[in-house]
């Protein structure tokens, strides 16, 4: 995974079944949790 300086996420993974993929950040101590729209990966083989 890859932030960059505006905190921007970026992360190439392999999909193995289709299904919805988001981030989600639970929080720390100085920033509060997020959660991102989730994506549909359509798999195929």
Known sequence: MRS?????LRATV???EDGYWRWNFTGTTTT???KATGDYVDVRP
């Open 14 to 16: 392999k999909a193995v």
């Open 4 to 8: 960059s300086s505006t905190g921007t």
């Open 32 to 34: 509060g949790p997020a």
